[in-house]
């Protein structure tokens, strides 16, 4: 339990003074970053990234996309999306003794799965208020992660899926998504009082934003432990002591983002029902 406190620590003082440069090419080149080495897990998790015709351009585009996302017309990582699809179906032909169909589904699925996750916080991040909006998938995915270990360590004695994950509970599920909602409330509070967004959060909203957004954080943290059941894994890396590898770590805020950016771009659509005016 020390371990991976300590690790939360170090990890949170490395990473918010990137967030500060959200709106600089240091941020696109650590989402990327995160992106690649995320891809390569799950890549690895699955048993498939010795096959370096799939590996290769599987971690090439999870790289590529999110860093040119902001920087290049979209047709261009269209293109590119489209080129990578290809060269997989390709390679299933010319070498289909070493490489199967299936493997060349789970390389896409891969791929796309984690550079989607990761790209969203971009497209949060250029969304209307989306210097405010972005911040809400992190705390929502780890003020989830945080309050469900600590409240489930606390109260938990019910087990929610134990052939998944043995150590979570329905009290710490709960607590996670009560805390969660709460530190949307309280994001609001704090956004209202430094006042240097021109923005009035909407208390209630952001309080059923909170509810939804833990849920979803926990399912993506639960899919992300089937995965790992499946191919007998305990951890899909080792890079933060007591956590694991950047899946361990970033499972939930993949969850999260997507449904943030399908959130922030609904209610950016209509400002009468914003969570921020």
């Known amino acids: 339990m020390l371990k991976r406190i300590i690790t939360g620590i170090v990890a949170l003082i490395i990473f918010i003074p990137v967030l500060f440069f959200s709106h600089t090419v240091i941020f696109d080149i650590t989402i990327a970053a995160l992106s690649l080495l995320g891809t390569l897990e799950f890549l690895k ?30 047709e261009i990582i269209i293109i590119i999306v489209i080129v990578y699809l ?99 409330v309280l994001f609001g509070f704090i956004i209202s009082v430094l006042n240097r967004f021109d923005a009035e959060p909407y208390y209630i909203l952001l309080a059923a934003a909170g509810v939804f957004t833990s849920i979803v954080a926990q399912l993506g943290d639960l899919s992300a432990s089937a995965v790992k059941r499946n191919y007998g894994a305990d951890d899909f890396g080792a890079v933060f002591p007591g956590h694991g590898g950047i899946l361990d770590r970033f ?27």
């Open 86 to 184: 290809f060269c997989l179906l390709y390679a299933s032909v010319f070498v289909r003794k070493y490489i199967s169909t299936n493997d060349v589904a789970l390389s896409f699925f891969s791929a796309v799965y984690v550079t989607v996750s990761f790209t969203s916080i971009l497209i949060v991040r250029a969304l209307e208020y989306g210097e405010i909006i972005y911040l809400m998938i992190f705390i929502g995915a780890w003020s989830t992660d945080t309050f469900a270990y600590f409240t489930g360590r606390l109260l938990g004695k019910h087990k929610l899926m134990p052939d998944i994950s043995p150590n979570k509970t329905i009290e710490g599920t709960l607590g996670g998504v009560v805390f969660c909602s709460l530190s949307f």
């Open 45 to 74: 998790c699955v048993k498939i990234a010795d096959k370096y015709l799939l590996c290769i351009p599987s971690c090439t585009v999870a790289f590529l996309v999110p860093l040119l996302y902001r920087n290049v017309i979209k």
């Open 251 to 277: 499972d939930s805020v993949m969850a999260v983002a997507p449904i943030i950016m399908i959130i922030g771009a609904l209610f950016t659509s209509f400002e009468e029902y914003g969570l921020f005016i």
